[in-house]
């Protein structure tokens, strides 16, 4: 007895209909993963830094950069991402990049005492600046990306902590 064979119309169409019975199920099992994911991340617990603290992150800049002071603001904006990007998320950490030759932005200078391209981290609680840290230190760092980054992701998680009562 002779095996019933298959034409190569019958083939053809068998695998296309194969082909697209697995990409819609690829599909659906990657639109259910991506939606756990979601309801996972946004079913974490809340951070575990105060909720009536968070930090606001200024880099001052002027309208020509050199290249050592986009280094640091590409590295600390990095370090700041890669470090709390949940904090970010939720408000509780704040980043800015300011033009110190606006007008509007000038006040900067004299409230944080700036005299140059830098980092400054501005503790806030209930609504109140508390605290500053100009972090100049960190030029003393440009040359090690790693230091520099774990050098601002310290300074961050500090005034994010109660370790600093200020």
């Known amino acids: 007895m002779k095996a019933p064979t298959m034409s190569k119309k019958s083939l053809v169409r068998t695998v296309l209909l194969l082909f697209v019975a697995i990409s819609i199920a ?6 259910f993963h991506a939606r756990h994911v979601e309801q996972v991340t946004a079913a ?4 575990k ?13 002027a309208n ?11 590295t600390a904006r990095e370090a700041i991402e890669e470090a709390f990007p949940n904090e970010l998320r939720q408000g509780v950490v704040e980043w800015k990049s300011i033009n110190l030759a606006s007008p509007e932005n000038r006040h900067f200078a004299t409230e944080y005492q ?14 109140q600046q508390v605290a500053y840290n100009n972090l100049m230190a960190g030029w003393e760092l440009i040359e090690n990306r790693a230091a520099l980054k774990k050098f601002i992701q310290a300074a961050v998680s ?6 600093q009562h200020g």
Do not use: I, M, W
């Open 26 to 31: 690829v599909l659906v099992v990657q639109e």
């Open 64 to 74: 020509r950069r050199c290249a050592p002071c986009v280094q640091y603001e590409d």
């Open 158 to 163: 500090d005034y994010l902590s109660e370790k």
């Open 114 to 127: 700036l005299y140059s391209r830098t980092l400054v981290l501005v503790k806030v609680r209930n609504g």
């Open 44 to 47: 974490q617990p809340p951070t």
């Open 49 to 61: 830094f105060p909720r009536n603290t968070r930090v606001v992150a200024y880099f001052f800049h």
